[in-house]
């Protein structure tokens, strides 16, 4: 049993991260947004001493849904997450997980992400930056002794998610009687529930792998196939349109490093993890949504 | 004429940057090591104020000699760069360049370093942060719309150099009646007199030139060449001792976007830089060393 700090607690994959480190029997010391300012340099050795934490598990990020692919804050996030690791170091931390993401790939280099072979050329700020400092810390840690692994998030989706995200907004509209339209339909994702996402950095955490390791399913669904799933789960597939096919990317991991290395094999595939999903937004698991029970300092 | 705001003024290559900024007509606010300190964030905002520059020169880093390459405090210094970065654009700065490295390069890869071609493959963690910094600040540069050059500085030799440098040990122990001896002899590198380059970050500072430049001469020189040139000068060949070649890499820049974009040609080849820094050495210039004259802010 370690004694993990968990960054970015109270978000979407935050959540499930913690479920699944308490499911291992760790203490988790949950840090919300509105609980500590990790931008705020000052904040950090408190915060150390407070969680006295073997292991870090750093999620928070700027993620305002579509603006964070540009957000200026993505700089600010980079230098504030050097700063939460060199404190975690000082502090006697022994081993780190960073939450990075499959936006650091060259989505035109591959179909399947390789986390060795497939070249780093990220399109956007946010992956620029998510880059940057994955690179930065795995070479830092590794002067430091500090063990350290970098998750590369693939496309994360289940309860609790954001309503303007694709399954829910999905859902919303055809649950309230409403047509629902898809655009770029063709792109091929890499959708992981996000409780196998959560298990999966939990494992993650526990073990002792080095490096960049994919989160994902290794299958690759159309954003087209999400929808008919959820129209069809819900019994309207007549209020589902899909726009014409453009040119499209596919996004989908190799989890060779996930199943092998971590030992971490997926328990939803596509079908089952939108059934779930569906059926607790149809039971108004979004609208009811509970104060976050992750939030805040807990044990 | 603009205001340029530069940081690690009284460093070696800070102080003739300064001298090289102030000949083109340009007023500086230079920024010594004990005057701010950069690594605390509340310094910012009122260097910034007081600077009022348009444009940053940014020299500052850790630079132990030898102990750089895998200082801890290279990611403190990525971490206060980045903010450096977000509060000159904040106070409204427009062009900022940024002092990158050669140690960016995977040096195994060729034997003419392009800023475009060459991989990056930093092998320290000196060249990993540099690397790492200077690509968020180019994709977060261009989304702020400010100009933005790193300056990969390749190897730097002449007057106010460290004791413990190549040009000046060899020198000091040669007029000291002293052996000196070289190990790594067969190494090549880009040796670039120190006011060559200060003037050519100058130059890129005064351009609109953005990404990555080299700032070297584009002739590599062996270590052993630059020892037998130091003793040839002092005709004091007989104390020269080179021990037998080992493996060993070549490190020289490409030049043709410092050449034909930012319109740059160094002035000293080898020969005439090396016999100017021995002069200057051998008239004591490192023993009587002045106080650093660009130190403190001045205009």
């Known amino acids: 049993m370690a004694r993990v700090l968990v960054t970015g607690a109270s978000g979407f994959v935050g959540r499930a991260a ?11 010391h949950a840090v919300a947004r509105l609980e500590a300012d990790l931008l705020d340099p000052s904040a950090l050795e408190p915060l150390m001493r407070t969680a006295a934490a073997s292991h870090l598990l750093h999620l928070a990020w700027t993620t305002a849904h579509g603006a964070f692919w540009s ?8 230098a504030a997450t050097l700063r939460l690791f060199e404190a975690f170091a000082r502090a006697g931390g022994v081993r780190s997980v960073l939450a990075g993401s499959c936006a650091q790939y060259d989505w035109d280099a591959a179909d399947r992400a390789d986390e060795t072979t497939t070249p780093r050329r990220p399109a956007t700020l946010y992956g620029a930056a998510k880059e940057s400092t994955s690179r930065l810390l795995t070479v830092w840690s590794s002067s430091q002794g500090l063990s350290h692994a970098t998750a590369l998030l693939f496309f994360p989706y289940g309860p609790y998610d954001k309503d303007e995200r694709l399954v829910p907004s999905i859902a919303h509209d055809l649950l309230a009687g409403r047509a629902a339209t898809v655009r770029n339909g063709a792109e091929v994702r890499d959708f992981v529930h996000v409780d196998d996402c959560g298990s999966a950095l939990a494992a993650l955490v526990d073990g002792d792998v080095e490096g960049d ?19 069809r789960i819900l019994g309207r597939e007549e209020l589902l349109r899909i726009d014409p096919p453009r040119a499209a990317t596919t996004v989908v991991a190799a989890v060779e490093r996930l199943r092998d290395e ?5 328990r939803y595939d596509l079908e089952s993890g939108i059934r779930q999903t569906v059926e607790w937004l149809s039971e108004g698991g979004a609208g009811s949504r509970p104060a976050t029970p992750s939030a805040g300092a807990s044990r």
Do not use: M, Y
Request: glycine content about 14%; proline content about 5%.
């Open 262 to 266: 971590v030992g971490f094999v997926p």
């Open 213 to 231: 390791v994919n989160i994902g399913t290794g299958h690759g669904s159309s954003i087209a196939e999400v929808a008919a799933t959820v129209a």
């Open 18 to 28: 913690v479920g699944a480190l308490r499911l291992r029997g760790h203490e988790v």
């Open 71 to 78: 957000d200026p804050a993505n700089l600010t996030w980079s």
